[in-house]
């Protein structure tokens, strides 16, 4: 049984009574099309946070660290067993950077799993990548390559991160300039789900990444080694 765009917009209004968590919602990652418009599911939830954005961005409240956000500890050692392919792959892109590796268009990889709790109350997430190019910091949401999720959930977990982290101290702590621009932004593999979808005709959802400034980069393993792309 599908869904009218009446459904899914009820979906976003209830939604929207705790915007943090709008990115977790089940209907973010609806494939297929609605029964009346044949629009998208996800075209649909982009037109909506399109209409509603000041209510989604002010709606995310900033947590603030009192530890670093530089985690001691963090020095790309992972175990076989380590349980989530996204870290080990994130942790892998670290090392390279750190053997010297500079990634196109977004410099060096600083950090991997950055925590935004402050307490183990707090609900939120992990900052799967910290890249740095000089002058911008990029908050980069991975996801495997076999993911299923869709682009519309990386632009707004990536984003909901951006917004609740502390931006002055995230730099301060990993000793950035205060005046580097902070974005965040997909990353994901080359030829997999949320790349075809920017293949697709989806005007909201790329309309909704230019008013979050929020920009995809593509991954692609070469013998080897990964290598970062625009497109």
Do not use: W
């Not at 009218?4 to 209004?13: A, N, P, R």
Request: aromatic letters at 12%; one cysteine or more; hydrophobic letters at 30%.
């Amino acid at each position: 049984m599908g869904y009218s765009t009446c459904d899914i917009l009820e979906k976003c209004k209830t939604a929207f009574d705790d915007v943090k968590t709008f990115y977790k919602k089940p209907f973010i990652n609806y494939g297929g099309r609605t029964s009346d418009t044949g629009m998208f599911y996800t075209e649909v939830v982009a037109e909506f946070l399109c209409d509603h954005l000041n209510a989604f961005v002010n709606g995310i409240p900033q947590i603030t660290r009192n530890a670093s956000y530089q985690t001691e500890g963090h020095n790309g050692i992972f175990h076989a067993d380590t349980p989530r392919e996204e870290e080990r792959i994130a942790m892998e892109m670290f090392n390279q950077s750190k053997s010297g590796m500079r990634y196109d268009y977004i410099g060096d990889m600083i950090d991997y799993q950055t925590p935004l709790k402050n307490k183990r109350t707090d609900e939120s997430g992990k900052i799967d990548l910290l890249a740095y190019d000089g002058s911008t910091l990029y908050i980069l949401e991975l996801k495997k390559p076999d993911s299923d999720e869709s682009m519309l959930r990386c632009v707004l977990e990536g984003y909901t991160y951006l917004r609740t982290a502390n931006l002055q101290k995230l730099l301060s702590d990993f000793g950035l300039p205060a005046d580097t621009v902070v974005k965040a932004c997909p990353f994901v593999f080359r030829n997999r789900e949320q790349h075809k979808e920017m293949m697709q005709e989806r005007p909201n959802l790329k309309r909704l990444m230019e008013l979050l400034d929020s920009k995809p980069y593509y991954i692609t393993k070469i013998d080897g080694k990964y290598v970062v792309t625009e497109d």
